[in-house]
């Protein structure tokens, strides 16, 4: 875009160059997904950054801890 290109749809593209003449397909990267951070090793692995799939980030802490009065 800083080179002076514009994004376009396909069907934005089809309406303007029918043939594709003249036109670059840029793809973007499929590991840009969030998805392929829980991939690899697994998480509990020495040297491992995989990420776990968790339910909960673990609220229990926050809960007050009882102490009794003695």
């Known amino acids: 875009l800083a080179a002076g290109g514009e994004i376009?749809?396909?069907d934005q593209l089809a309406l303007r160059a029918p043939t594709g003449r003249k036109t670059v397909l840029v793809q973007g990267?499929?590991?840009a997904r969030e998805a392929v951070r829980h991939?690899?090793?697994a998480p509990g692995a020495p040297r491992s950054h995989t990420k776990p799939y968790?339910?909960?980030k673990g609220h229990e802490?926050?809960?007050p801890s009882r102490r009794?009065?003695?």
């Open 54 to 56: 968790v339910r909960s």
């Open 8 to 10: 376009l749809t396909f």
């Open 39 to 41: 991939f690899g090793p």
């Open 68 to 70: 009794s009065n003695v």
């Open 61 to 63: 802490r926050s809960r």
């Open 29 to 31: 990267r499929r590991n």
